[in-house]
């Protein structure tokens, strides 16, 4: 069973805000043109996790091998051509080879697509004062299966565990399950790092603690922030001020900006993060948030680039590929994305929410910027 005995990666919430940098207490800004941002950064989380799905989890070299097979440019500047899985179905909604580039007619169901989908469901329902209960009992309503951490904590719920102890029995609390989850807060919370960070950390609670939490309040504020800030990599600076200065997650992303000038390449961001990060897990929240900081720092404001690096990076490139393309999807909005990247989805997500299977990608923008109101 779990326990905290760390006073400088505390898992509650006013104990986390506690330990934050000096200055994190940011203003909140208004963005401007909000629906183009939004839909910026919603249909960047879509194709950047579409681009990951083939390779979900890949050895770099096994990734460099179908790209050479299939014709595809490595790192991708397309959605793969090519898989050595086409006919495995994804989450029970979707073949993979729905997710390459000559058989898209949608964005395709993932859960780093799904919980997008489902928080905005949460916060619709149950408002920006949700609880904990609140997520636990959305969950057990209409979330059918989920992985890791997440899967443990539908378990506990499924069984009678309180939603407060659900997170309490697995080794999973600090993957990233719950970082991937972020995107609806930020959204939500526009131009306002913190208001974000807050709105993120009940969700978390429910699945994991201490890294797991810091990452989904990471990725929350770093994509709400993104909405106003000069750059995608100020945008990660707002969002590291929303979690304990002294927690790995923190420091690890410090070292990631302390080292920015050898990060020349997706290689030598990879060689960096295997050997500062070599005993994690591939789906660990630390070194996944700092493969997102190196997709952005190469990147820069050329979203195709950032996505796609952060695919070449490898780790769980599903997910960092989703979060990267949230975070510049909302710096440049939607008319710095090549067309190319979501004209196929033709308006359409597919998702494996119960009764929510397939859903209008514009619907889910104004819905979106409703929040905002």
């Known amino acids: 069973m779990y326990s905290n005995n760390n006073p400088k990666q505390p898992d509650r919430l006013d104990e986390i805000l506690a330990l934050r940098p000096e200055g994190a207490d940011l203003a909140a800004m ?12 919603l249909v960047g989380r879509f194709a950047g996790c579409m681009l990951g799905v083939p390779v979900e989890n890949y050895a770099v070299l096994r990734m460099e091998a179908i790209a050479a097979e ?33 058989h898209i007619c949608c964005a395709g169901a993932d859960d780093d697509v799904t919980y997008t989908i489902l928080n905005l469901l949460l916060l619709e329902k149950y408002g920006k004062g949700y609880t904990v209960d609140d ?50 807060f930020g959204y939500a919370s526009a131009g306002d790092p913190v208001a974000a960070a807050k709105l993120s950390y009940n969700d978390a609670f429910l699945t994991h603690r201490q890294n797991g939490i810091y990452g989904e309040m990471f990725c929350a504020a770093a994509i709400a922030a993104a909405f106003t800030a000069p750059t995608p990599l100020d945008a990660v600076r707002a969002g590291m001020k929303q979690i304990p200065v002294e927690s790995d997650l923190y420091k690890s992303l410090e070292w990631a900006f302390e080292v920015q000038d050898r990060v020349t390449c997706w290689q030598r961001a990879r060689m960096l993060i295997d050997e500062r990060f070599g005993g994690y897990h591939c789906v660990h929240t630390v070194n996944n948030m700092v493969a997102i900081v190196f997709s952005l720092m190469l990147g820069g404001l050329d979203f195709e680039k950032c996505i796609g690096e952060c695919i070449a990076i490898g780790l769980d490139n599903d997910c960092t590929g989703a979060t990267v393309g949230s975070i510049i999807g909302a710096s440049v909005g939607i008319e710095g994305i090549p067309a190319h990247w979501y004209d196929r989805f033709h308006d359409k997500v597919m998702t494996y929410i119960v009764g929510h299977r397939e859903n209008s990608i514009e619907d889910i923008v104004d819905r979106f910027v409703k929040l905002n109101g």
């Open 135 to 184: 997520v636990g009992q959305l969950w057990l309503d209409i979330l059918p299966t989920a992985c890791t951490a997440e899967d443990e904590a539908l378990g506990q719920l499924r069984a009678g565990t309180r939603a407060e102890h659900a997170a309490e029995f697995n080794g999973f609390v600090e993957w990233i399950g719950a970082a991937i989850r972020a995107d609806a």
């Open 70 to 102: 299939t014709g595809t440019s490595f790192p991708p500047k397309t959605y793969w051509r090519g898989t050595d899985r086409a006919d495995y179905l994804h989450y029970g909604v979707n073949p993979i080879r729905d997710y390459l580039e000559d």
């Open 30 to 41: 208004t963005p401007d043109r909000l629906r183009e941002r939004i839909k910026g950064a």
